[in-house]
């Protein structure tokens, strides 16, 4: 299985690396390079889950300048502003999500059939107008000031 999580347009800066390599069946090690040396840290699945979320979420925070966020402010999760999706099959059989995020972060999700359909379901029901919010609107009518006919 691939797992591909990149954004393009930010390399990085100087000398500093990240990588992450698999250390058994339950850890990882985050790996952060200066120059030429290599600082390991080791990772349960859970914590590294936690700080990709978090990376992921104060990230997404810092890149949209519509949002007043206080220096020092911590970011745990957010809503990610989905800038564009595609979906497809990684392979027959094999459907999947890629969402492009703030500052060209890509992320991509699998699935297998059923839960593809189901979330494809969830998505179009979400992304409807509610029979009363529609009938509202259709019959809305200008409000006329009081007094007057």
């Known amino acids: 299985m691939a797992i591909r999580m990149t954004s393009p347009e930010a390399a990085p800066r100087g000398d500093l690396r990240f990588s992450v390599v698999t250390a058994g069946p339950d850890g990882l090690e985050l790996v952060v ?21 978090a ?9 949209d300048a519509g949002q007043d966020v206080p220096v020092g402010t911590r970011v745990e999760n957010c809503f990610f502003p989905v800038l564009g999706w ?17 500052e060209g972060t890509e992320i991509a999700f699998q699935f297998d059939r059923e839960g593809a359909r189901a979330c494809g379901r969830a998505l179009a029901r979400s992304g409807r107008m509610r029979l009363r919010e529609r009938l509202r609107r259709a ?5 006329r000031p009081l007094g007057r006919n």
């Open 139 to 143: 019959f809305r009518r200008p409000a």
């Open 55 to 63: 990376l992921l979420a104060t990230a997404s925070v810092a890149a």
């Open 33 to 53: 390079a200066f120059g030429p040396r290599d600082y390991a840290v080791r990772l349960t699945p859970a914590e590294a889950a936690e700080l990709g979320l």
């Open 86 to 102: 595609t979906a497809g099959e990684v392979s027959p059989g094999v459907p999947a999500l890629a969402l492009r995020l703030a």
